[in-house]
């Protein structure tokens, strides 16, 4: 099946700890982005990857950090500097500047 | 600075029922316009999209209104049911801005039997 996946779908941090969340696509998309959700708000976007091996901050990229070694693969660090990372992190692709497909997601709580 | 504005918050609506969800948006450089549905604790899925040279679009019981002169488009659920019961999100791009996507607050539809 193609598609994207995120893992985990839940995470716990604990103060000062970097966590890594995890995010593949097999769509064979060029594109591939990370937003964060908040209750009561829309998506806003931390970091965006055109093509591998480079990527652009977002609106909110304080506090984060990406890769894009493969294609398919997409992961995003949440550093200590980010001081408030409770949140839903969704990943999407694209395969033009159109359509963006989300993936299921990785709730990230910080204890 | 939020560049598309999405009303209301929430709506409550009867079944059989049509929900009206707006967006507004200032940038007129804005060419691509989807609506997502979003269930709790999934990813949004594109419901419908639309782009400037039309005024309206329809798939099945979900239509797009566009007014490029207002900057304005809607989403209208026709004959609401209660699995239509999510948090719905307009969105903005422009070709030059390379999938950067503006996405509006959500709004959250209750379909009540």
């Known amino acids: 099946d193609g598609g994207i996946t995120q893992s985990p779908k839940y995470l716990f941090r604990k103060e000062g700890q970097n966590v890594t969340l995890s995010c593949e696509q097999n769509?064979?998309?060029?594109?591939m982005y990370w937003y964060r959700q908040d209750p009561g708000q829309g998506l806003r976007l931390i970091y965006y990857?055109?093509?591998?091996?480079?990527?652009q901050k977002g609106d909110i990229a304080e506090g984060y950090s990406v890769s894009r070694e493969k294609k398919e693969s997409f992961p995003l660090t949440v550093t200590s500097a980010q001081k408030n990372p409770t949140a839903f992190y969704l990943c999407?692709?694209?395969?033009?500047?159109?359509?963006?497909?989300f993936g299921p997601g990785t709730r990230l709580t910080v204890l | 600075q939020q560049q598309v504005k999405q009303s209301p918050q929430s709506l409550i609506v009867q079944k059989g029922g049509i929900s009206i969800i707006n967006c507004a948006y200032e940038n007129t450089a804005f060419d691509y316009f989807p609506w997502y549905q979003q269930f709790p604790g999934k990813g949004p899925a594109l419901l419908i999209a639309?782009?400037?040279?039309?005024s309206e679009k329809k798939e099945g019981r979900f239509t797009i209104s566009f007014n490029k002169s207002a900057k304005q488009f809607s989403l209208h659920i026709m004959d609401s049911q209660p699995g239509d019961s999510a948090t719905y999100f307009c969105?903005?791009?422009?070709?030059?801005?390379?999938?950067?996507?503006?996405f509006g607050a959500g709004t959250q539809v209750v379909v009540t039997p």
């Open positions: 999407a692709s694209s395969t033009d500047t159109d359509t963006q497909y």
């Open positions: 639309i782009r400037p040279d039309v």
């Open positions: 969105a903005a791009s422009s070709l030059d801005s390379w999938g950067k996507f503006q």
């Open positions: 769509l064979n998309h060029d594109a």
């Open positions: 990857s055109q093509i591998v091996n480079d990527f």
